[in-house]
């Protein structure tokens, strides 16, 4: 079945762009593409955004290269490769102040600026966007060391150390969402990049229809985001064995990630034992069909979910990711809670101990149609804007970034 896209977003004209060496031939004075490198990667988080500049980079500018300087992690190169882009492993380690792990991270800095400095000599990019995540310190160095200009795309509430890092050494730097904690961080708050594969392409139906789901019966979205969440999977189980009564108007569409504990079948086999419709799958690469199946979802609060649960309009109850040690997924939510448009709950792992707070406000909300058009009403009120256009034109033309959005 074909999906008719229903959400586009606005293009602008494309822009000229030739590169010349005065002391050059006149071969060598020719316009040439121009070359980007977006550094990121260790989760979709990171990644999805990096594709949603690059769609609107190409839309200016098709003869634009595009490369991806990502961690060598699976869920990066199967995130890229689905989107047919460009992409260099950076061999990157996270940072970590036990011994072991520490003389690793030493050992895969060393191999970082040796994989990016090859890169940025091959690539030779006008610009390298920073989206956050191990990887962008070796690569940012690189630039620094090149006099490549440096964007830094924030796409936390709470920077983490890697980008506090690189914000120090980037030419720009503009964050999707507010940064409270840091005041003055970002030049400007231009909402989260979006890919188009992220928005509802049609119908709640029909969205339906693709997954194989019943057309008409609504759908709860359960989603971990790219790497899964064995929390919220096992809490879903005990949904199932507890409420699965309560359930049974509705379908699940469990995306339970690539590893989960017992693998799929155990998923399936709980909803299938519990009387409840339910379509399980590791993980969606058109998570627009996904958001748009859904009318009511229980999501970790990534700024992507948070982003795609507002521009799909998606009633959502958060989870925040609960091992950090300073919860900052919250505060990504907050602005939605703080307009009426989300709920957050604490994750407090234990199926069981979750059932009164996350299980509750998502079974309150299956119950009340009303309460869920509340929420609807409210997340129209705070469209969000198409910051990966406004990236792309500033990569391209050059233009700043010369006001803040209100996200909520």
């Not at 119908?203 to 790219?226: M, N, Y």
């Not at 969606?284 to 979910?305: K, T």
Request: with cysteine.
């Amino acid at each position: 079945m074909t999906l008719a896209p229903v959400h586009s977003f606005p293009m602008d004209a494309a822009d000229t762009h030739t590169s010349a060496d005065s002391t050059g031939s006149a071969a060598d004075r020719r316009p040439r593409p121009r070359a980007v490198v977006l550094a990121g990667g260790g989760t979709g988080g990171h990644i999805a955004p990096g594709l949603a500049i690059a769609e609107r980079l190409r839309a200016i500018d098709p003869t634009i290269r595009i490369v991806f300087a990502c961690s060598a992690r699976p869920i990066d190169a199967v995130m890229l490769r689905d989107a047919e882009a460009e992409h260099r492993p950076i061999r990157a380690e996270g940072f970590s102040v036990h011994p072991r792990k520490f003389l690793r991270f030493l050992a895969g800095l060393m191999r970082a600026r040796a994989d990016a400095r090859k890169l940025l000599a091959e690539i030779r990019p006008d610009w390298v966007v920073s989206l956050g995540g191990f990887v962008t310190p070796p690569v940012v160095a690189e630039a620094q060391r090149a006099a490549i200009p440096v964007l830094l795309v924030n796409l936390d509430a709470t920077p983490g150390r890697a980008n506090r890092w690189v914000q120090k050494r980037a030419t720009t730097t503009v964050s999707a969402v507010a940064v409270p904690r840091i005041p003055g961080f970002a030049e400007a708050v231009i909402g989260m990049p979006i890919r188009r594969i992220a928005i509802a392409p049609a119908s709640a139906e029909l969205c339906r229809a693709e997954l194989g789901l019943d057309p008409k019966s609504p759908v709860l979205l359960i989603t971990g985001a790219s790497q899964g969440s064995q929390s919220l999977n096992d809490l879903a189980l005990a949904l199932a064995r507890r409420h699965g009564a309560a359930m049974r108007d509705w379908q699940v569409l469990h995306l339970c990630g690539g590893s989960p504990a017992g693998g799929v079948a155990r998923y399936e086999r709980g909803w299938r034992e519990a009387g409840v419709r339910a379509a399980v799958l590791p993980f969606v690469h058109r998570m627009g069909v996904a958001w748009g199946a859904a009318e009511l979802a229980l999501s970790r609060a990534g700024a992507s979910s948070v982003a795609e649960a507002q521009a799909n309009r998606v009633p959502t109850v958060f989870a925040p990711y609960p091992y950090h040690r300073d919860m900052h997924q919250r505060e990504n939510a907050m602005p939605l809670v703080e307009a009426g448009a989300a709920l957050v709950e604490t994750d407090l792992i234990d199926p069981e101990r979750n059932m009164d707070g996350l299980g509750a406000r998502v079974l309150e909300l299956m119950a009340s149609a009303g309460r869920r058009m509340e929420l609807r009403q409210a997340l129209a009120k705070t469209p969000p804007p198409d910051s990966a256009e406004r990236i792309a034109d500033f990569l391209v033309s050059g233009r700043g970034f010369t006001r803040t959005v209100a996200l909520a």
